[in-house]
């Protein structure tokens, strides 16, 4: 990462366990206790709408509460070390944006942002949902259809300007910083691979073994919240270095 100008660092759930919201697959992980066909697809949100806007309504609430860990902290200090950075992240929290990174793209959508669930067109997907205290979904004012989470749920494709930028993010970038993922979850976890036949350089960051480690140049052991502030603070001691040199 020493002679890096154009950095990806791309971002899983892992990222956010420190600032106390759950992973998906880890043994006390969302996945554990609701089965993601009820909660987060989109027959799930047709069977019982409301029980899917008050677990989103829940976890929403989670996610304000929680606050950027000193991970998400040391991955906006880059922005201001590195030319070129750019955050692809999995997580809905929007806590890279509160962090300060500035290019930040979510490949799954946001929890703070809701839609028509008929894509009436009328209701833009970037509309923050408004402060929620209903226990019913909102409709639309555009057409009076459900309105649910701008996220993406199994089976459902990625916004596609979306994925076209994280696309050419990837082609273009000398390495990728991958932090708190499994890499189990396609199109997203395929960027990864993208990188790896295109030979950019890959670090990943996760206390575990993943699939990614399979592929990553250099396996870092640890937590996002102790291991990327130890990173950047390497890159920019190193940094100094070479202009005092
Ligand atoms: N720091 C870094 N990584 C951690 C930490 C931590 N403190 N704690 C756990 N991890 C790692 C786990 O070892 C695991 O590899 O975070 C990873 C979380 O993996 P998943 O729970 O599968 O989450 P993620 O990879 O983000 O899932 C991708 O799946 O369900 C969908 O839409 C959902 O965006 C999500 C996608």
């Known amino acids: 990462m020493l002679d890096v100008q154009r950095l990806v660092v791309f971002t899983g759930a892992g990222m956010s ?3 106390g919201l759950d992973t998906f697959r880890d043994a006390d992980g969302v ?9 987060a697809s989109p027959e799930g949100f047709r069977r019982n709408p409301r029980t899917v806007w008050q677990w989103y309504t829940q976890r929403r609430r989670q996610m304000l509460e929680a606050n950027p860990n000193a991970g998400h902290r040391a991955i906006a200090k880059l922005d201001t070390l590195l030319p070129h950075v750019t955050v692809i992240t999995q997580n809905i929290d929007g806590l890279h944006q509160r962090a300060g990174n500035q290019r930040v793209l979510e490949l799954h959508g946001s929890v703070h942002r809701y ?3 008929k894509n009436c067109r009328g209701l833009p997907t970037l509309t923050p949902v408004p402060e ?4 019913e979904p909102l409709l639309c ?3 009076g259809a459900l309105t649910r989470p701008d996220v993406v749920w199994f089976g459902e494709m990625l916004p596609a300007d979306v994925w076209e930028s994280a696309v050419v993010e990837i082609a273009v970038c000398d390495a990728v910083l991958v932090v708190g993922t499994s890499g189990v979850v396609e199109p997203a976890a395929s960027l990864l691979w993208r990188a790896k036949n295109r030979r950019k ?8 073994p ?16 102790e291991v990327v502030p130890t ?6 001691a190193n940094q100094a270095e070479d202009r005092g040199g």
């Open 17 to 19: 366990k420190d600032s």
């Open 210 to 225: 993943t699939l990614v480690s399979s592929i990553a140049d250099v396996v870092l052991q640890g937590k996002a919240a």
């Open 132 to 135: 929620l205290t209903q226990e």
């Open 115 to 117: 839609k028509c669930s």
């Open 231 to 236: 990173l950047v603070a390497t890159l920019e």
């Open 141 to 143: 004012p555009y057409c």
């Open 201 to 208: 350089s890959l670090v990943e960051v996760n206390p575990e």
């Open 31 to 39: 996945w554990a206790n609701n089965a993601p066909q009820d909660y």
